[in-house]
Structure formats: structure tokens, C-alpha cells
């Protein structure tokens, strides 16, 4: 396997203000996105679990504090002139607010003509016009009521999947997507997400899917990382992790989903505090506050990664008797089957 | 069977814009009783969040409300006078309003802008009392009584969020209007949020407007669901009937596109966009995104119909 990307024992910790507590955003995860076998891996965790701060370490918008992201086997740091081109041809952002990423004194055609003209994608006027149509279209958008106008005309779904288009007009390697559709429709988040898709299955292109909703990770992606306040707690096959999850907290995740089923059990099945009681840099399993399973083993020393089965991981000491596994072999984990 | 408690009759809302006449509600009527909690889902700019403004009277230029009537506990509100409506406001009818949790003002203490709301609805207390409703209050949704000390940013998203809660229950209001009241929020802070909201409607004796497009969320929540589409209502029924029997394409759509837990396999969206409110097609406006759409569809729009406990307008219902 020829790793594209790969974020090696990658941790990131934000110093504190004036006599204030760092906070541990990223502790010591380990991802690798085949350059050969496109998948959809997807990256899910409540707010503060560190997802975003994974997306701007791989995208080498903010430097670690431990360990390294690397492309085509080179440290983000090391990389040469063309590399550092190369790299930010390959890899794609669509960001999760979509107020932020907009120049105002802009009409929205600047960001799409902006890379058009960089990467040469386009050799006429009326080529790069067609090229950005056919990129909006596929984003459900009509070019006649998007072109020419400025940000602020724009509802936020509309202006995110402006972001989308924009990075599929590169035809990149791999787009790192963090939180698209949160702003977004449930009807036009299924177009959208089958887009995502179809770019791995169509086009070759990897896609690091960043989200806080499982249900939708679950349809579209093949690998699942789950993080809870920057510790990967659960990882493999997504089939498998959301069907039968074994961490404690992915179950409470599957099971905060509201179902659209005539039963109504999910209000009355609330039974996990949502509250987080412990500071963060306690000893011990990261969840243990919340876990209705806590056993004194749990408070003591935080639990290894326990390979429970071969495309499965698990960070929870009711599975010791599985092998454990090290962060170095994690790819193996995710690698599509 | 009791008196409804909020009465929606033939209500239309348009916004006059240079190129034609949007008309963002239209007709709609339905009718809430005490305690109920209704849901109205539909994509965006179907003129969900529109209703909800229209209901409370805040409708500003270019827009207006062009006809219809909305009775609270039998008040006609359109006869009362801006006075008179904005003591009803909060005290009656309380919204929380979509991303309510960004609208805190972040240089005022929470216990500061909770005793604001009874200032400005003329109810003078004690500073004791204030402190004492206010931790009431707090405790209704959830909250340490030291929330009332901390400012927006010491507290997280879920939390302000039922501050927001907080805010719109301090004067034990009938009715309120929650518009995607979870949409920013984590799914575990979710339910947490919607039990809080579930726990004191119950102990108002209140009834809900729920908005939003999750109809998993609504399955689980309310009680009655109208679903909106290009500013009319489409469907009305039970949420048990919604769920299972689904009777407008719409509706169908609307819930296929929900990512199932269950199986994996092709998203479904609903195909097409959304159609522009100023610029209607004909006949039923979701003839050109419905697979099942006849001839007799695009020339006349469907009227509402009953059929058992569910209102439909669709020909083929």
C-alpha cells in the first residue's frame, strides 16, 4: 500500500491563556489514506472531539505538536516548493462554516474562477464558464441564480455547496470534508453526499469525511474513525461499528439518532449524562465520567486499542482479552477490504 | 373534543420583490390544541420559519401578511394593537427562534437577561424573588443555579441553548414555537435538549410548534406533523400515520431521504430543486420533482382532502 496522506502518532495541544489549562485538542492518532484504493473513511465525534483540529493538522493549516502528517511519505514541514504545489493541488478542503470562507467584497464566481485560472484548468472564457456550470449543477445549484452574485446573497446551503463545487472543479486525490452538509437540508444532504461518493467510486477521489452525524457516515463511507475529546475510542469497518458498536460511547451515539419509526423509545432512552464531570487531565479512560460500565481499571491507567476483530479497534478495557493493538498498525484496521 | 388553543385560517404571507410577487405562505390553516405538540417539516424556503413570524406578527417589509386570520385562545391577533402584541409576545406565545443560541447577548450575565424578560413585560419583583424565579427557572431546564452567573461564552452550545429554553418559558407562555431549536447542536446534546424542551411543555400544559426537516426528530417528538411545501401545507396527519403511511410523494420523499441505521445503500435525495416562490409552476407545485405526477397534476392544484385522520392535497391520494 502507497500511503497519499498520513497522519503518524499526530497530536495537537493548544497552550492556555494566562494561568489557564492547555487543552489537548489531538492525542497521538495515527491515519494513512491509500494514494492506490480511493475510500470514503469518515471521522466522527461530538463538538470538541477534535475533528476539525484533524482536518486543519492534514491539511497543514495548523502544525503539530506531536508527531507528523505526511504526503507521499515527506513531512508537511520538509516538503519542496513543487511538493507544497503539488500537495495543495491533491488535497482539497470544503470547510464547515460557510459564512467564513467568503470574502463579502467578492461576488461568489471568485472562488470558483480563482483556482480555474491557477491550476490553468480552463483555456477560454467560455471553457472555465462551462467547467464552473457543469461543477454547480452537480451540486444541485442553477449557475444562472449563483453567478454574479455576492456571498451574502446566498442562503448558507447554498453557499457551502458552492465550497463543494469548487473543490470538484480540481479533480483532487483527496478532499478533505469537514462537517459540508451540517448547514444543509436533509433532502439536498442525500444529493450532496451521493456526489461525495460518486467522487470516490467515479473519479478515484478519497474522501476524509468529517462529521458528527453517524447516520450519514454510516451511508456513505467504508472506513469509520470515532473520536471522543481528541481520543480515537473506536475504529474500523463502518458496517460493523455502527451495526454493533463495542465502545460504550459509540452506542450512545447510535442510539442518540432519532429514528423515523412509529416507535418512540429514544426521549425515554436517554440513560448516559450527557454532562462531562472530569477535567481533562485526569489519568484513566477519557470517558470514563460518562460510561455506565466504569470499573476501577478504568480510572487507573487509559485503555490500549484492543484489535477485537481484523477490520476492528476498540480503546476500552472491556475488550483485554482481544490483541492489542499499536497505533503503527491502525492502517491495517482501516484499509478497505 | 377542547377548544384549539392556537386557529390558523387561510393565512398568506408575501414579499414583494422587483421581479414578482413571493408568496412564501399560502393558505394555510390548521389548528393546535393545549398540550399538543405539532411538527411543520419541509425543505428550506418552503416557509416554515415564515409561518412561525407570521403567527407572532413579525413579518417585516417587503414583506406582509396579505390575508387570513390567526386566533390564540380565541383573540383574533391581527385586531390587537403593537402594544398589546408585543406584551403577548413571550407571554403568551414565546419563539425560539432558529440559532436562538448565538442570539444571547454576550455581554450580559444569563440571570441578567432572564430578569430582562420580566422587566420588559412589566413585572416588577423583589431582587430576591427575581433571583429565586430565576433559579426555578434554570432548574426547569436543566441547569446548575450558577448558570445564571456565567456569560454566553463560558457555557457550551447545548447549554446555551437551553438558556434560550429558559428564556422562553419564564412567563409560562401556552404556546410556544421552537424553529430547529437542535439544528447546531451535537445528536446526544440533541435529545438532551429536546427532553428538556419535552419535560417543560408537559409541565406548562403547553403546546409546541416544532420546525425543521429532520423527520426522524419528528417521529420521536411530536404529535401531529404538517408538512409545507413551496409555501402550502401538503400533508397533515398523526405522526404514527405520517411515519407509516406517508400518503403525498412529498412526504415520501422527505422521509426516504433520511440516512437509515439500518441498511446501507443508495441515498435517496429528492430529485430537482426546490421551486422559486415567485415563479410557481402549475397545477400542484411539486409536479415537476414527482415521479408519480399525471397530466391532470399539472393543470390543477390539488385541493385539501380528508381522508380517515390525515389531510392530503394530492390527486393521487
Known amino acids: ?337 | 373534543m377542547t377548544e384549539p388553543v392556537l386557529r390558523v385560517e387561510g393565512l398568506r404571507v408575501a414579499f414583494d420583490h422587483p421581479l414578482g410577487k413571493v408568496k412564501a405562505v399560502n393558505d394555510v390553516s390548521f389548528a393546535l390544541l393545549l398540550g399538543e405538540r405539532f411538527g411543520l417539516a419541509g425543505e428550506s424556503g418552503s416557509g416554515k420559519s415564515t409561518l412561525a413570524l407570521a403567527i407572532l406578527r413579525l413579518i417585516k417589509p417587503p414583506g406582509r401578511i396579505e390575508a387570513g386570520e390567526v386566533s390564540l385562545a380565541g383573540r383574533q391577533l391581527a385586531e390587537l394593537d403593537e402594544d398589546a402584541m408585543r406584551a403577548l409576545r413571550l407571554a403568551s406565545i414565546a419563539l425560539v427562534p432558529q440559532g436562538s443560541m448565538n442570539s444571547l447577548n454576550p455581554v450580559l450575565r444569563i440571570g441578567q437577561q432572564i430578569a430582562d424578560a420580566y422587566a420588559d413585560h412589566g413585572i416588577r419583583l423583589g431582587r430576591g424573588d427575581v433571583q429565586r424565579r430565576i433559579a426555578v427557572l434554570l432548574a426547569q431546564v436543566g441547569l446548575p443555579e450558577s448558570t445564571a452567573r456565567m456569560y454566553p461564552h463560558e457555557l457550551s452550545g447545548g447549554m446555551k441553548q437551553r438558556a434560550c429554553i429558559a428564556i422562553a418559558i419564564c412567563l409560562r407562555p401556552k404556546m410556544i414555537i421552537a424553529d430547529e431549536p437542535t439544528s447546531a447542536l451535537d445528536v446526544v446534546v440533541q435529545r438532551q435538549v429536546m427532553g428538556t424542551l419535552a419535560r417543560v411543555q408537559e409541565e406548562l400544559q403547553a403546546a409546541v410548534i416544532l420546525i425543521g426537516h429532520d423527520m426522524g426528530l419528528m417521529a420521536q417528538f411530536v404529535d401531529r406533523l404538517g408538512v409545507m411545501y413551496a409555501g402550502r401545507l401538503v400533508e397533515v396527519a398523526p405522526i404514527a400515520e405520517i411515519i407509516e403511511r406517508p400518503r403525498h410523494p412529498y412526504t415520501r420523499a422527505l422521509i426516504a431521504s433520511l440516512p437509515s441505521l439500518e441498511s446501507r445503500g443508495e441515498l435517496i435525495g429528492i430529485p430537482g430543486l426546490a421551486p422559486l416562490l415567485r415563479d410557481l409552476p402549475s397545477g400542484c407545485a411539486f409536479h415537476p420533482r414527482c415521479s408519480l405526477a399525471m397530466e391532470r397534476c399539472r393543470t390543477e392544484a390539488p385541493a385539501m382532502r380528508e381522508i380517515g385522520d390525515a389531510q392530503v392535497a394530492c390527486h393521487l391520494a
Not at chain 1, 142 to 164: A, D, K, N, Y
Not at chain 1, 176 to 184: H, I, K, L, R
Open chain 1, 1 to 337: 500500500m502507497k500511503p497519499l496522506v498520513e497522519a503518524v502518532a499526530l497530536s495537537k495541544r493548544f497552550a492556555g491563556g494566562l494561568g489557564r489549562e492547555s487543552t489537548l485538542a489531538l492525542a497521538g492518532l495515527s491515519l494513512s489514506i491509500d494514494a492506490e484504493k480511493p475510500s470514503v473513511i469518515a471521522v466522527v465525534g461530538e463538538s470538541g472531539s477534535g475533528k476539525t483540529t484533524l482536518a486543519r493538522l492534514l491539511l497543514g493549516l495548523a502544525e503539530p505538536s506531536g508527531g507528523e502528517v505526511r504526503y507521499c511519505g515527506v513531512d508537511l514541514r520538509k516538503l519542496t516548493r513543487d511538493g507544497r504545489i503539488a500537495f495543495r493541488r491533491d488535497v482539497q478542503a470544503v470547510f464547515q462554516d460557510p459564512y467564513g470562507v467568503y470574502n463579502p467584497f467578492y461576488r461568489v464566481d471568485h472562488v470558483l474562477a480563482t483556482p480555474v485560472r491557477r491550476f490553468r484548468l480552463a483555456t477560454s472564457r467560455a471553457d472555465a464558464r462551462e467547467l464552473i456550470g457543469v461543477a454547480l449543477r452537480a451540486v444541485g445549484l442553477r449557475p444562472e441564480e449563483i453567478l454574479g452574485r455576492f456571498p451574502h446573497q446566498l442562503s448558507g446551503g447554498q453557499r457551502q455547496r458552492v465550497m463543494v463545487a469548487r473543490a470538484l472543479l480540481l479533480k483532487p486525490k483527496l478532499i478533505v470534508a469537514d462537517e459540508p452538509v451540517s448547514m444543509v437540508d436533509a433532502s439536498l444532504r442525500a444529493t450532496i453526499l451521493g456526489s461525495l461518493r460518486n467522487l470516490t467510486d467515479k473519479h478515484g477521489i478519497s474522501v476524509l469525511y468529517i462529521t458528527h452525524d453517524l447516520a450519514t457516515a454510516y451511508q456513505i463511507s467504508d472506513a469509520i474513525l470515532v473520536l471522543y475529546r481528541a481520543h480515537l475510542v473506536e475504529t474500523g469497518a463502518v458496517e460493523s461499528v455502527v451495526s454493533a458498536p463495542q465502545h460504550p460511547y459509540t452506542r450512545l451515539l447510535v442510539s442518540a439518532i432519532p429514528r423515523a419509526h412509529a416507535v418512540r423509545d429514544w426521549l425515554t432512552s436517554e440513560a448516559t449524562s450527557a454532562e462531562i464531570s472530569r477535567s481533562a487531565n485526569s489519568v484513566g479512560c477519557i470517558f470514563a465520567d460518562r460510561c455506565p460500565h466504569v470499573a476501577s481499571a478504568c480510572l487507573a491507567a487509559p485503555p490500549l486499542l484492543y484489535r477485537t476483530e481484523p477490520q476492528r479497534a476498540v480503546a476500552c478495557v472491556r475488550y483485554e482479552n482481544a490483541p492489542a493493538l499499536s497505533a503503527d498498525h491502525l492502517a491495517e484496521v482501516l484499509a478497505a477490504k
